[in-house]
Structures are given as structure tokens and as C-alpha cells.
DNA sequence: TATTAAATAATTGTCGACAATTTATTATGG
DNA sequence: CCATAATAAATTGTCGACAATTATTTAATA
């Protein structure tokens, strides 16, 4: 219950570089690792007791979930979160968790749609007194459109959104701090897209998700032209 | 004129590691390293006469790409392809192609919109006597479409679909011959898309572009009914 | 002093070797 | 003969060292 996202088969790490791998990737997304900092494959790898080879194994995993950036002959930096690539990773969530809202609605199962509804009441009560903030920092929020993804049964969405965007958009919470007007909304929101799911109603649940989405969008924006 | 698709900055490879990621990746995509094969790291090396250091560097790569799997001390294996994968892979194209288009329509110049209509011309003429499996083999089909996301100026979507989707897209033509009957229906298709592009019709032209990609998907479904 | 050039230091790219694990082969027993 | 266990071979994971490149410092010149 830790952690909303180990990849199915791979909870296990079993090699060096797979738990750097894991262990860096949360030190990014935290922000321990400092963003548009230079990666010191010399000195990071004394500080994980490894070899440079092993190390370079888990900055290249990195590189593909865009967390890192790497120039040849340069070397590995974290990536730099600027207002704009958070439009554009809005944009993406955008469509590709409207398709698989749209997707879910099809094929997620009776089960699945009762575990997602316990989650939304869960979280609705857990927190209602935490207002907000909370639920997104605490990752909630997340959780919900995981599943929903995960319902679409479509391996190519949950690989590009759960495995990488996700990470990023942790990234942002983390040292944006997401405090949102949003809250109460948001979770109108979810139980809306819930019960379009429910009623199999695939073309509402994805227009529903993309408005959620694109709400966030909004306000992100909003908040960029009164700076 | 040769590639359609280097990423923008990084067209010369410098390093040793480069080359054999580019090399390997078209290998893979001709289906000259066999699909669903094993990689054997130390015969690869020999082959391209470098280390298994460099070799993995490359390896690590093309799996970011989706074009290779790796497990845990077994090693690399080349993606397997599948009806359903394709499937998967139209779902995602229709959902971010559609957005990209959206963009497209509001961001793309009226140089950029000239370059596009002067390629679907140009490429109505030069192939319109070889019938439609050349347009799809040759890919100036995926070259209308990447001018298209390019155009939509939104870096994470170019990223996910001119430098991972596309070459899977491509994979499949070399290796399932994509030889479909809708070569007269694509063109026309591509002029409307133009078209509302032109209009500055973001909504249109994102519609337009999802029915044009499903139309594909359920072509593919059709025949695998059949079957 | 500011700018450029040379020399030095540090970092990345590449290599070959060994250890750990998996796969293939052979041996053993029912 | 088949199934299982032990052994051998091959492959991946990991390491440390050297070469090539980049970044930094020092020296030289205008």
C-alpha cells in the first residue's frame, strides 16, 4: 500500500542496478536529487558503492522514463520541469487518459469498477478533513487515474502513462506543490467519470476525463499569466 | 530526403554507441534481426566490433524505444509483434495524433502548412500510378503524420510518437506488409485534415484525424476476423 | 585588465576480465 | 523410457582501468 506503482511482475528488484534504478528515480521525483542538476557518474556511484558500468545501467533506464537527459560526451542531467513542459505533459494526459477512460468503460470489470468506487469513498473520507492539498501531495489523486488506466487493458497506455508520465507528474507535485483550488471539484469529477464507466458508457467517460484533465490544464495556466 | 526520422539535433552520431543504436534500430525495424529473437550480447559485439559495454549502452536504448525486452539475467529479446499490439498502438496514435492535430491547427505557420500540401500533392503524383502499397511501404504516409505532430510544437508528444511509436508503426509495415485498400480513401482523408488544419479548426481537424487512424485499426480488425 | 592560448584536471566513452546466474548437457534413479 | 539431479557451458551482471573528450586552470599576449 506504500507505493501506487511497481511495475506488475518487477515489484522485485533483483540486480544492483535495478534497485538504483528504483531508489534514484524516487530521489528525482522528490527532488533530493536536485532538478537540472549535472548527474557525477564518479561521485554517484561512490555513494551507491557500485561500479560506474552498473550505475550507467540505471541512468539509461532513467533517460527512458524522461527523467534524465543525456549528451554524448557530456553526460547525464535531471531533467528541467519548466511551466511549459507541463502544459504539454497536460495536454498528453489529456488524450491518452481520455482513451483510456474510454477503454475502461469497455473493459473493466464489475470488480474493478467496485475496487475504484471504495478507493474514491476511501480517499473522500480519509481526507475530507485534510483539505486539498493532501489529496493530490499524497498521491490519491494518482491512484484513481492508475486504476482507471489499468482498467483500459491496453499495455502500451499503462507503459506510457504509468510508467513513465506518472513519474513526472510526481516530479511536479513534489516541488511544484500542486495546492489546488480543485479539491472538492475533483472529486465531483472522479464520480461522474465513475459512473459513465459503470453505464458503459465509453464516449461520456472519455469526454468527462478530458475535461478533469483539461481543468487542471486551465488552471495551471491561469495561474502562469497572473505571475 | 533519405530517413524521415532523426531526432532534430542529434542527426550525427558521434559516438560508437550511437551508430550501432541507429544501425541496430533499422535492423530490427527490416526484420533483419528476427522478431521475438534473442539477443546474444557477446555475438552482437563481435559482430559490430566493440565491446559488450558499448553494445549494452545501445541495447539499453532501443529498449526505450520499445523495440527491444529485457528480463533480468536472461537478456535481451526483440519485441514480438502481434495483432493485438497493433492494435494497442492504433488506440494511442488516434488518441495523441488526434490531440497533435488539435495543436496543430492552432500552432502550425502558414509555411509549415504550405510544406504539407505540397508533400501530399507531390506524393499523389509520384505514386498515384503504384498503387497504394507503395505510399504505405515507402512511408510517405508516416511522413504526413510526423510533419503533422511536429507541427503540433508540443516536444513530449513529438518525442513519444516520432521517436518511439513511429518506428514500431514502421516495424509492422516491413514485417505484416501493409498493404491495404485504402490508399484512395487515405489521400483524400489527408486533404480534409489539411484542410481544417487550414481553418484553424482545431476540433475538426482532431476528429478527422481519429476517424482517418480508426479507420486503419478497424481495417486491421476486420481482416483478423476473417481469418 | 581582458582575451586568447596552452596545460592540466576531471569526466565520459570504451575495453577486457571475473563473478553470479541461467541454460544446456550429462548422469542417475525410478 | 521418462523424470529428476548433478555437472558443464554459456550468458548476463559487475568491476576496475585506460583512452578520448570536455571542462577548468594557468600562462601569455595585446
Given at each position: 500500500?506504500?507505493?501506487?506503482?511497481d511495475?506488475?511482475?518487477?515489484?522485485?528488484a533483483?540486480t544492483?542496478?535495478?534497485l538504483?534504478?528504483?531508489?534514484?528515480?524516487?530521489?528525482?521525483?522528490?527532488?533530493?536529487?536536485?532538478?537540472?542538476?549535472?548527474?557525477?557518474?564518479?561521485?554517484?556511484?561512490?555513494?551507491?558503492d557500485?561500479?560506474?558500468?552498473?550505475?550507467?545501467?540505471?541512468?539509461?533506464r532513467?533517460?527512458?522514463?524522461?527523467?534524465?537527459?543525456?549528451?554524448?560526451?557530456?553526460?547525464?542531467?535531471?531533467?528541467?520541469?519548466?511551466?511549459?513542459?507541463?502544459?504539454?505533459i497536460?495536454?498528453?494526459?489529456?488524450?491518452?487518459?481520455?482513451?483510456?477512460c474510454?477503454?475502461?468503460?469497455?473493459?473493466?470489470?464489475a470488480?474493478?469498477?467496485?475496487?475504484?468506487?471504495s478507493?474514491?469513498?476511501?480517499?473522500e473520507q480519509?481526507?475530507?478533513?485534510?483539505?486539498?492539498?493532501?489529496y493530490?501531495?499524497?498521491?490519491?489523486?494518482?491512484?484513481?487515474?492508475?486504476?482507471?488506466?489499468?482498467?483500459?487493458?491496453?499495455?502500451?497506455?499503462?507503459?506510457?502513462?504509468?510508467?513513465?508520465?506518472?513519474?513526472?507528474?510526481?516530479?511536479?507535485?513534489?516541488?511544484?506543490g500542486m495546492?489546488?483550488?480543485?479539491a472538492?471539484?475533483?472529486f465531483?469529477?472522479?464520480?461522474n467519470?465513475?459512473?459513465?464507466?459503470?453505464?458503459?458508457?465509453?464516449?461520456?467517460?472519455?469526454?468527462?476525463?478530458?475535461?478533469?484533465?483539461?481543468?487542471?490544464?486551465?488552471?495551471?495556466?491561469?495561474?502562469?499569466?497572473?505571475l
Amino acid at each position: 500500500m506504500a507505493n501506487t506503482a511497481d511495475k506488475s511482475p518487477n515489484a522485485v528488484a533483483t540486480t544492483r542496478a535495478d534497485l538504483v534504478f528504483t531508489d534514484l528515480r524516487q530521489r528525482i521525483v522528490e527532488g533530493l536529487v536536485v532538478m537540472g542538476s549535472k548527474i557525477s557518474e564518479p561521485e554517484l556511484a561512490r555513494h551507491y558503492d557500485i561500479s560506474r558500468s552498473t550505475l550507467r545501467d540505471a541512468l539509461s533506464r532513467l533517460e527512458g522514463c524522461g527523467l534524465l537527459e543525456r549528451k554524448a560526451n557530456v553526460g547525464y542531467r535531471v531533467v528541467t520541469l519548466s511551466t511549459e513542459k507541463l502544459l504539454e505533459i497536460f495536454r498528453v494526459r489529456e488524450s491518452l487518459e481520455g482513451m483510456a477512460c474510454n477503454l475502461a468503460a469497455k473493459n473493466m470489470t464489475a470488480e474493478q469498477i467496485a475496487e475504484l468506487k471504495s478507493l474514491l469513498t476511501q480517499h473522500e473520507q480519509n481526507e475530507s478533513l485534510q483539505q486539498g492539498e493532501a489529496y493530490y501531495q499524497k498521491e490519491g489523486d494518482l491512484d484513481f487515474h492508475f486504476k482507471i488506466v489499468f482498467g483500459s487493458g491496453n499495455g502500451l497506455l499503462i507503459r506510457l502513462l504509468c510508467e513513465e508520465l506518472y513519474y513526472l507528474v510526481r516530479m511536479y507535485r513534489y516541488q511544484f506543490g500542486m495546492a489546488s483550488p480543485r479539491a472538492k471539484k475533483a472529486f465531483r469529477e472522479h464520480h461522474n467519470i465513475i459512473q459513465a464507466i459503470e453505464d458503459k458508457d465509453g464516449e461520456l467517460a472519455e469526454i468527462l476525463m478530458r475535461r478533469h484533465i483539461s481543468a487542471s490544464r486551465l488552471n495551471v495556466e491561469k495561474r502562469m499569466n497572473t505571475l
